[in-house]
């Protein structure tokens, strides 16, 4: 589509009516990437930047050029400046996945970029936005740091929101941005979860999907580590190569949510489905599962769905 002539971005990356289960949109500045973890292997975002670098309106394939070659990334990241104020032209109040197609806190977006996005949310306040990383250290890092602080209230000023002196720095954590950490496996909860805890932010929460294995949540890192996190998120892989996630993971998750009083969202079982007949061995460990489509297999959790989220913001 054009506008008087111009290309205008219309990419699936800047997305309202999500078809991802836990949020109403997604808010894509920045694009491409590269894999830092077994989560990463099979990336939907990869196929996407696979189809839309052909793209034929520009304005959508420039987003994605050189960011995927040969079915994967290149590791090329694209800021996208022009959908910075794609959040302040939206009004009514929305869930806004940040960043479906890269990581926020990759190493190649620079410092001002992510303190123009926090503006951004800042003065999009009637939005909640939701954070998720795998660069749990990088994450620590910039939102501990007082200069971090600095430049967003320097975006904020060069904006011209009034509110900026008023509310000084108690604005900070904002309030609306939920910000998450990637969890596959036990051994990347270990690593990304004390850094989650780590960080200031509103609501902490986690998403472990695609989960590859089982994630002790209380007992492996301690009944205290339960009481910072404010949302879980579980689901199985979907699309080509899909790695299937045994049942009891997801009980798992799910049974030590409710023990520590945390809301639970069951994403979806993925490309896999529970039988009770068939079954499946991957890695020498039987799955009583059986390949599905994604439909097919549902979100149902032992008879229910499970769409919890948090009621109330954090400290």
């Not at 590791?75 to 996208?80: I, P, Q, T």
Request: proline share 7%; charged share 25%; glycine share 8%.
């Amino acid at each position: 589509r054009c506008r008087r002539g111009v290309p205008v971005d219309r990419g699936p990356a800047m997305s309202d009516h999500s078809k991802i289960e836990w949020t109403d949109a997604t808010w894509n500045v920045v694009i491409g990437c590269d894999k830092v973890s077994p989560g990463c292997d099979h990336c939907y975002a990869i196929r996407t930047a696979h189809r839309f670098q052909e793209h034929p309106n520009p304005a959508v394939a420039v987003a994605y050029a050189g960011t995927e070659a040969a079915g994967d990334w290149t590791g090329r990241v694209n800021l996208v400046e022009s959908r910075l104020d794609l959040p302040l032209r939206w009004k009514r109040p929305r869930r806004i996945f940040v960043n479906a197609q890269s990581d926020l806190f990759h190493k190649d977006v620079p410092d001002e970029f992510i303190a123009r996005v926090w503006a951004v949310m800042a003065m999009a306040d009637q939005h909640t936005f939701q954070i998720l990383t795998k660069r749990h250290g990088r994450m620590r890092s910039l939102l501990n740091d007082r200069e971090f602080y600095r430049l967003v209230r320097d975006q904020l000023a060069a904006a011209g929101w009034a509110e900026v002196d008023a509310y000084g720095t108690d604005i900070f954590p904002l309030r609306n941005a939920w910000l998450g950490v990637s969890v596959e496996d036990q051994k990347r909860a270990d690593l990304r979860i004390p850094a989650l805890l780590d960080t200031p932010t509103a609501v902490r929460w986690i998403s472990a999907e695609p989960l590859l294995g089982p994630v002790d949540i209380i007992n492996g890192l301690g009944d205290s580590w339960l009481t910072g996190i404010d949302w879980i998120v579980a689901g199985g892989e979907s699309g080509p190569s899909s790695r299937p996630m045994h049942p009891d993971w997801a009980r798992s998750l799910r049974d030590q949510s409710e023990v520590a009083g945390v809301p639970f969202l069951f994403k979806q079982w993925g490309s896999h489905r529970p039988s009770a007949v068939g079954s499946i061995v991957r890695g020498g460990v039987r799955f009583p599962m059986v390949p599905a489509s994604k439909r097919a297999a549902g979100r149902e959790l032992d008879g229910r769905t499970w769409d919890e989220y948090p009621q109330a913001v954090g400290s």
